[in-house]
């Protein structure tokens, strides 16, 4: 990329001509960029001295230049608590889980949608499924916790009628059940609205791809794999980068609301839920941004990661 | 090469200018920090000389902020009480609100250094920080200008909230020299009665009777314990132990604080929970459902018998709910139940302490203490109290007894308990004083017709408050969260869950020893001595100061 570039300067009349003299002769295109930059600035630059703050013991009171630097103690306290190892096998084995079936779940939804000729059937499907996505954590888990409950829980109603079970489960008590309730939780909430965007990509295909290809003889199931999967790839590539970049975000608010018992902590606790739990409840600020770091950190090197693999692919975001 | 550089430059620009930015920022605070500290010394010197206030003699406009997240302040003047003292003594309160995250509001407040006139929050670390920061007016000058507070909280309990300084920074609330409290049991009359009545005294003749219920009634929950099994917490009280104890993590022994879990009557109080657990007697969404969830069974009547730390306020309005559909339901309280061999006047459900629940500071963003302080303390009085929690004189009453309770007028009792509930009797009441409320709410209840008379008060008055311990000299044992007995306890406390609810699903007696075994050595590893060395410090430090 950098050298692309430097080549066109070098080609350029205008080389040799200050930047500010560049600047004056696009200002009607800078002026509109500039607020844009100021607003990144602000927003995202300028807070970022507060990552000082994990290598400070911050007092609340004292403010942020008067407390002391401890170095990395912080980090050090977070490496030897008795919840590190469980803390991050959580996160780590959470967010894996959501990416590998919560990834394709919509590209599946929207391949199988884009198969419906009946128009009525698909926006109904369409409606349905993205509704829950603007449904906040709150009501989801209240009706998962209402569900789930053994005590007039309807499914353990319905698997009782049907006499799968004797007694009640006590599904939100058990540890191996959880991961499944969360990621399939997830999945219901958001397959809908995340397939929206592959249901655009697959519209976008030129139909007379389709036409030659079932004159070829492609049935149905061939036309998927030859034409509309490679169709969609740079958006599958694309999005998978940025799913990998956020791997780390395990969940929070979902996490949170569905693990209320804490006897699942050793299988629910994330990252995040850790921070908000023991830092920022403690008013442990020093810590809670040292942890956070040490997330930020993983989740950098993961996203570089993905970006040099999508690379090859030519599809990679920088 | 030049383009490299100029981007370093530019580069190095933007780095040094969000530090100076954040520098600058930083540093004003900073300054009026010390401004303000100074600033607090020499008007808190000042004070005792002036003239004493009279309220309503010029406008008084202040701001108050309850540090909950569940606490919404309703606007000033909404009920007859305020409305009045607004339009009288030209007083206005603005509400500040938490929006959900108190902690998140009051570390805003700190970090911007904005503080409201008038905070309400717990007693502990915050308030010793704000303290320390020369955030918080003293009080002291005040207290014999102005006597109520004085003359209702006693010199004793006064003590016990000053701080290490030896100053009175704390205006408490709900204070009191008699016991309080709200929990207990609570069983379902129809049932009750159906089952043929049996005794219901000991944990034996409940284990009995939940059995008895389980078969005849299977759709009904037997034990209801309340969300997070705090019914079940409080049960411990059957065993002749305060669950004070629990809620500390420490076992009182002697003059000591102990391991929580290697306590024998712990022990026994688990293998019977878990054993109610087992059998399926409790329920068995305990440790996962939600209060509303516990209110919809018990306002459904799904419950035979309920346990909770809130019992009265729940079943208070889950009577409503269920006899407005079954005249024939009900619920009713019983006295606290006991394991065989304690004494039943030895069991305690509830606990208080004469500090009472929270307390309010008075900030240094108030331009004049002296002010609202007066406005407190008038509040906290007899005259306060009373226009607080039923309006002006002349509205529900016209006269008062000679302690200064209300005599109720018949407009009182003509009025339906739904209009008195809209018009949001006591909600301002953020300075109570319970030694004065209590009884006059007795007193009112008592001068009422059977039929009329308030379950709650009778309920309170004849069993909660009879099982209520004082523990005044277990009050402020809870460490700093930053500090280093902090750290521990928020581990012991992570510990204390997650093996509370392993030890109420355990399959067996023997699984629950065990568990215990492992609770201790686990607790043991994050350093729990050192927090009970702390709580036994701080224990015995309350037990000096009230002698005193």
Redesign the interface.
């Known amino acids: 990329m950098k050298s692309k570039a430097?080549s066109l300067?070098t080609n350029n009349p205008i080389k040799k001509k200050s930047?500010w003299s560049q600047f004056v002769r696009q200002w009607d295109t800078q002026i509109m960029i500039i607020p844009g930059i100021i607003c990144v600035?602000i927003f995202s630059?300028?807070p970022?001295?507060g990552v000082l703050m994990a290598f400070k013991n911050y007092?609340?009171?004292k403010?942020?230049?008067?407390s002391p630097w401890v170095g990395i103690k912080q980090f050090e306290t977070f490496f030897h608590a008795?919840?590190f190892s469980y803390v991050l096998r959580n996160t780590l084995c959470i967010s894996m889980l959501k990416l590998l079936i919560g990834f394709p779940a919509p590209i599946i939804l929207a391949l199988m949608l884009n198969e419906v000729r009946f128009m009525a059937f698909k926006r109904i499907i369409q409606t349905v499924t993205y509704l829950p996505h603007f449904l906040s954590w709150v009501i989801v888990s209240?009706f998962v916790?209402?569900m789930l409950?053994?005590?007039n829980g309807s499914l353990n109603m319905l698997l009782q009628e049907v006499h799968l079970i004797q007694?009640?489960i006590?599904w939100?008590?058990v540890p191996s059940y959880f991961w499944t309730i969360l990621i399939s939780t997830n999945v219901w909430k958001d397959v809908g609205f995340a397939s929206i965007v592959y249901l655009a990509a697959i519209a976008g295909i030129d139909p007379q791809l389709f036409e030659a290809a079932s004159i070829d003889g492609a049935g149905r199931f061939r036309q998927i794999f030859v034409i509309t999967i490679p169709s969609i790839l740079p958006v599958i590539i694309i999005f998978m980068i940025l799913a990998i970049g956020n791997i780390l975000n395990a969940g929070f608010d979902d996490i949170l609301l569905l693990a209320?018992?804490?006897?699942l902590?050793?299988v629910s606790d994330v990252i995040d839920t850790y921070v908000y739990r023991?830092g920022?409840?403690?008013?442990?600020?020093s810590y809670a941004t040292a942890v956070g770091l040490f997330k930020s950190l993983i989740s950098v090197a993961l996203l570089t990661f993905a970006n040099r693999l999508a690379r090859r692919s030519g599809n990679s975001l920088w | 090469m030049l383009?490299r550089k100029?981007f370093i430059v530019f580069t190095v620009f933007?780095l040094c200018m969000?530090?100076i930015?954040?520098?600058c920022s930083?540093?004003n605070?900073?300054k009026e920090?010390q401004s303000t500290a100074s600033q607090t010394a020499s008007e808190s010197s000042t004070a005792a000389t002036s003239e004493v206030f009279q309220l309503g003699s010029e406008p008084l406009d202040l701001t108050f902020y309850g540090n909950y997240d569940w606490m919404t302040v309703d606007p000033w003047g909404i009920d007859p009480g305020t409305q009045w003292i607004k339009e009288n003594m030209k007083v206005n309160i603005t509400p500040i609100q938490s929006g959900g995250a108190a902690?998140?509001k009051f570390?805003t407040m700190?970090?911007s250094d904005n503080y409201p006139n008038i905070m309400l929050l717990e007693r502990g670390s915050n308030i010793e920080?704000?303290r320390?920061?020369g955030k918080l007016f003293a009080l002291d000058d005040y207290l014999d200008k102005y006597p109520n507070l004085k003359k209702y909280a006693g010199e004793a309990t006064l003590n016990m909230l000053r701080s290490p300084d030896g100053k009175l920074y704390q205006f408490p609330n709900w204070y009191t020299n008699k016991p309080t409290g709200n929990a207990g049991y609570a069983i379902n009359t129809k049932i009750y009665k159906s089952l043929g009545s049996p005794k219901l005294e000991t944990f034996d003749d409940l284990y009995d009777y939940l059995k008895l219920v389980k078969e005849k009634y299977p759709k009904v929950?037997p034990l209801e314990v309340d969300d997070k099994a705090r019914g079940l917490e409080m049960m411990m009280s059957g065993f002749g132990v305060l669950p004070n104890n629990i809620y500390i993590r420490a076992f009182q022994d002697g003059n000591q604080m102990t391991d929580m879990f290697k306590n024998p009557v712990y022990k026994q109080f688990l293998t019977f929970g878990s054993k109610l657990f087992r059998e399926?007697l409790i329920?068995?969404?305990a440790?996962?459902?939600?209060s509303d969830?516990v209110k919809e069974?018990l306002n459904s009547g799904r419950v035979a018998v309920f346990a909770g730390t809130d019992m009265v306020e729940y079943i208070r309005d889950a009577r409503i709910k269920i006899r407005s559909v079954d005249p024939e339901a009900d619920y009713q309280a019983i006295w606290p139940l006991h394991a065989e061999g304690v004494n039943r006047d030895q069991v305690f459900t509830s606990a208080y302490n004469t500090l009472g629940w929270n307390v309010n500071v008075i900030t240094t963003s108030t331009k004049d203490p002296e002010k609202a302080f007066a406005l407190m303390d008038w509040l906290t009085g007899p005259d306060g109290q009373r226009t607080l929690w039923w309006g002006p004189q002349g509205t529900y009453y016209d006269d008062t007894t000679a302690d200064g309770a209300p005599i109720m007028n018949d407009k009182w009792n003509s009025t339906s308990e739904e209009e008195k509930n809209k018009q949001k009797l006591g909600t301002w009441d953020y300075w109570g004083n319970t030694g004065y409320v209590d009884p006059a709410k007795g007193a009112i209840n008592n001068s009422m017709p059977e039929e009329k008379k308030d379950w709650m008060t009778t309920v309170l008055n004849d069993v909660v408050w009879k099982t209520s311990a004082d523990i005044t000299q277990f009050v402020n044992l809870t460490p700093d969260?930053?500090s280093e007995e902090?750290?521990v306890i928020?581990?012991v406390n992570?510990l204390y869950?997650?093996y509370?609810?392993?030890i109420i699903?355990a399959k067996s007696d023997a699984e629950v020893g065990n568990l215990l075994d492992d609770a201790s050595q686990?607790a043991s590893?994050?350093g729990y001595d050192k927090y009970l060395k702390f709580v036994t410090d701080k224990w015995q430090e309350n037990v000096t100061k009230m002698k005193q």
């Open positions: 430097v300067v930047v600035f630059y300028a970022m001295y007092d609340l009171f403010g942020f230049s008067a008795p919840e209240g916790v209402s409950a053994t005590d007694e009640p006590n939100l008590s209320r018992n804490p006897i902590r050793n023991v920022v409840m403690n008013s442990r600020y | 383009k100029k933007v969000t530090l930015i954040s520098g930083k540093n605070t900073a920090q902690e998140q570390s700190v970090a920080k704000l320390q920061a929950v399926k329920t068995q969404d440790l996962t459902q939600t969830q069974k969260p930053t902090g750290q928020q581990a992570d869950e997650q509370f609810g392993k699903y686990a590893k994050v």
